[in-house]
């Protein structure tokens, strides 16, 4: 089981094969993963502090996951109240603003504008009241009917025993979400170009990290980027607002597909409802990748669309100007959608290679 996903996987990094493993483990070998939970449970919580050099010193604390990942999301909350001509680099800021909050002083910007509104000190509760911890979880195992893992985004898989632990806290808001949200639509009615709230959120669940090859930017801190690419001018023309054209992407690889020519990516979900990415850089070197937590969500590549199917570049242009020629940028994207096609022509009729998973080991583009 665990070599499969390994092997189909793709697009591996160290956090990625430590979060396919631990999904693997938390799932099949549930008394496994809750030993190791309570092994690492209170007994080890603890904090200390090392000599760095002579003028630096460590302060390291250990704690849960999900408590680690709050602290830190809240230091870099905070940290994000300074201004740009801040002459201190992120892992400085981090360091100042650790020590202020535990100590009661004042974190405030250093650089030397008069109009800062930080030069006195950052709004420290206003930034904190922002930082949010997302888990995605089954609705069963929240109910104690199966041991399905969750998701911590910025983490990876928890046990269904410690996601119900997360869910008992009284800081812990529930929403429900159903995957059939999808089937009136997962645009939002007034702008097409915006998902709904469970399309947003059963992508960045799915994908759980950028689907750029290589970056393990976690979902929620990404942007959602439409893969064939949003015809603002004529929607029909571009690509869907769906779960099948979605995906996360952080900041730096949405802003270099989007910009920088070469870049080509594509989105292929295949007949058992897997969710597949790739990525062709400008040398022509295609990296294909697995929707890196389709075990927690089988069921969202099953669900029908609710767009037309029809291949946006089959599609007849409506021309609002017949005599206007064609902006850069839907050249650009006329360009990729010509492009997407003919790789997928070129997958379907190529041999196989000697050594590669037969036709029934991956999907069936």
Known sequence: MTADRLRTAGNLTGPRVTEIVA???????????????????????????????????????????????????????????????????????RSDAVIALLTGKVFACECE?????????????????????????????????????????????????????????????????????LLGGASQPSNGYRPTAACDTLVRAVHGRCTHPGCDMPAYRCDLD????????DPSAGGPTCPCNLNPKCRFHHGLKTFVDGWLDDQIVDANGVIWTEVTTPEGITVRSRALN?????ELGLVPCAHDDAPTASRPRVESDPGRPRSRTEAKHRYRMRMRAYNRRKREGAPRTPGCPSADEMPPF
């Open 23 to 93: 999904a693997v483990v938390a799932e099949h070998d549930v008394d496994a993963a809750q030993a190791a939970r309570e092994a690492a449970a209170k007994p080890r919580k603890k904090v200390v502090v090392e000599p760095a050099d002579g003028t630096l010193a460590d302060l390291r604390v250990t704690a849960t996951v999900e408590d680690v990942r709050l602290a830190k999301d809240s230091i870099d909350a905070v940290i994000a109240g300074v201004c740009a001509d801040d002459p201190r680099g992120k892992a400085v800021r």
């Open 113 to 181: 504008n008069d109009d800062c509104p930080s030069r006195e000190g950052v709004e420290v509760a206003a930034r904190l009241a922002t930082v949010v911890l997302h888990v995605v979880a089954r609705r069963e195992s929240l109910t104690g009917e199966s041991d399905v893992p969750a998701y911590l985004d910025g983490f990876g898989p928890i046990t269904a025993d410690h996601v119900r632990d997360i869910a008992a806290d009284a800081d812990t808001v529930i929403r429900d979400l159903d995957v059939t949200d």
């Open 226 to 233: 439409h893969v064939t690419e949003y015809n603002h001018g």
């Open 294 to 298: 389709h075990w927690l969500l089988p």
